[in-house]
């Protein structure tokens, strides 16, 4: 075999992150809250930085619109309406110490970076059960890894604490459950796999039959199912009620309606004049350098905010330009729109959207609503018309809350109703959905 050295030139190309473009990724999927900490944290490490001091406030002002009206939100002088859509709750924001527990215990381990970005989305989008119910190939497509990735960091997060978090659906959930107590009982494994609504159904003897095993066995293995937590995240709820200060305000003007970002309680940065006179000075080059790497960081710091907050306020404009019907008529007006809608709209990429509608609130005539809520997938109608499945939902919850509570509606029989209101859909959609909003099925809703 005949060897030779050479020198060769190949052309590619390849994507490199820079320390600023990292930085502004990371600040642009931030929520409201870790920004704050961000600055707190920088200016504290930063000496050229600093937290640009607000007017005094105008007490005399202040006390006055107080006065004026107990049902404003002074800092924003935004009236909340009362109309139907307008429920109390929708002011109020879900304890998130659930998202801090976990992304701390992640911290702590020794991942490979795409693992730990992974992770973390998976941390960031868990419903408030503490499950995870997105698409795995959009998901993907979203964090920009690959599925083995995401399918590693997927079981990371489930090794978490607590158990049975981020599982994808109730029998996932319950089996990490067991996994996580060393339990390895195949007969159990099975039963909550395949057969778990059959025990909602009570069909004890058909189980019996189906494996063989007497009732006094299944007995216990059902006493011991139900001290499984189907809500691991459960722990984490709070009666107290959690204010959150929105991202952006949309108020409704004689022209339409207006989207502005809510900046009252965000600090204002700025450089030091100190050390900006610093460097004009003669000072020794070891301390200018030192001065001249953290103004550089300040700058950089300082103009990733204000692309997030410029980023921010344009995908807040595309989705009230989306669904104007909603902000007009209330919630069944709410349009199917999905995260490519937006970036069409707005010229970002969807994983820009993506970070951007993460953790961000808006304040509306409507009531505070996360970005996300106004993201969903629809079906057609009978006029061939694409109706949101949020709008879906709440007609599925609507029939359970007026049905008949001694004869239940089973899954089919709500599937029927909604086709004859011209929404056509399956059983199984209607069992997903029906799960999603976290309603038991027919026979444990029927009251004896």
């Known amino acids: 075999m005949k060897m030779s050295f050479g020198l060769e030139i190949n052309q590619s190309q390849k994507m490199i992150l820079t320390k600023e473009l990292k930085q502004s990724l990371e600040i642009l999927q931030m929520n409201r809250f870790e920004i704050e ?5 920088e200016t504290n490490e930063n000496p050229t930085l600093e937290v640009e001091k607000k007017d005094e406030i105008d007490w005399e002002k202040y006390l006055k619109n107080l006065r004026d009206s107990s049902y404003k939100v002074y800092s924003n002088f935004f009236e909340i309406p009362d109309d139907e859509d307008s429920n109390a709750e929708n002011y109020l924001k879900d304890n998130v110490n659930m998202y801090d527990y976990l992304s701390q215990q992640l911290r702590l381990m020794s991942l490979d970076s795409k693992v730990f970005a992974a992770g973390c989305y998976i941390i960031r989008t868990l419903n408030k059960d503490g499950y995870f119910k997105e698409d795995i190939r959009n998901a993907c497509r979203n964090v920009g890894v690959a599925e083995e990735v995401f399918a590693e960091a997927l079981e990371v997060v489930q090794s978490l604490e607590p158990s049975g978090i981020a599982a994808r659906n109730i029998s996932e959930c319950l089996l990490l459950q067991i996994k996580d107590k060393g339990i390895s009982d195949k007969v159990l494994e099975n039963i909550i796999m395949e057969d778990i609504e059959m025990i909602g159904a009570h069909k004890y003897k058909e189980l019996c039959k189906k494996y063989s095993i007497p009732s006094e066995r299944l007995k216990a293995y059902i006493d011991y199912i139900k001290t499984l937590d189907p809500r691991p995240a459960r722990q984490f709820a709070s009666d107290e009620n959690q204010y959150v200060l929105p991202d952006v305000v949309v108020e409704r003007k004689s022209h339409g309606f207006e989207v502005r970002l809510n900046n009252d309680s965000l600090p204002s940065l700025k450089i030091s004049s100190f050390y900006e006179k610093m460097l004009k000075d003669s000072i020794e080059k070891e ?13 950089m710091l300082i103009k990733n905010i204000e692309q997030r907050k410029n980023t921010v306020l344009k995908v807040a404009k595309g989705i009230v330009e989306e669904q104007e019907e909603f902000f007009l ?23 820009t959207i993506s970070r951007t509608v993460n953790g961000k609130y808006m304040l509306t005539p409507k009531g505070l609503f996360e970005f996300k809520y106004f993201f969903s997938s629809g079906v057609k109608d009978c006029d061939g018309d694409m109706v949101s499945n949020i709008n879906i939902k709440n007609e599925l919850k ?3 809350d007026k049905e008949n509570k001694k ?9 029927d109703i909604l086709n004859l209101k011209g929404i056509n859909i399956s059983r199984r959609t209607v069992a997903k959905y029906r799960e999603e909003l976290n309603i038991p099925g027919s026979s444990i809703r029927k009251e004896i």
Do not use: W
Not at 287 to 299: A, F, H, P
Not at 329 to 351: C, Q, V
């Open 398 to 400: 609507d029939i359970i």
């Open 37 to 41: 900490e961000l600055i707190v944290r």
């Open 329 to 351: 008529y209330g919630k069944n007006h709410i349009k199917p729109m999905i995260l490519r809608d937006i970036a069409e709209k707005t010229g970002f990429h969807e994983s």
């Open 407 to 415: 004869k239940p509606l089973s899954d089919q029989k709500i599937c």
């Open 287 to 299: 301390t200018k350098d030192y001065i001249k790497e953290k103004l550089q960081s300040s700058l």
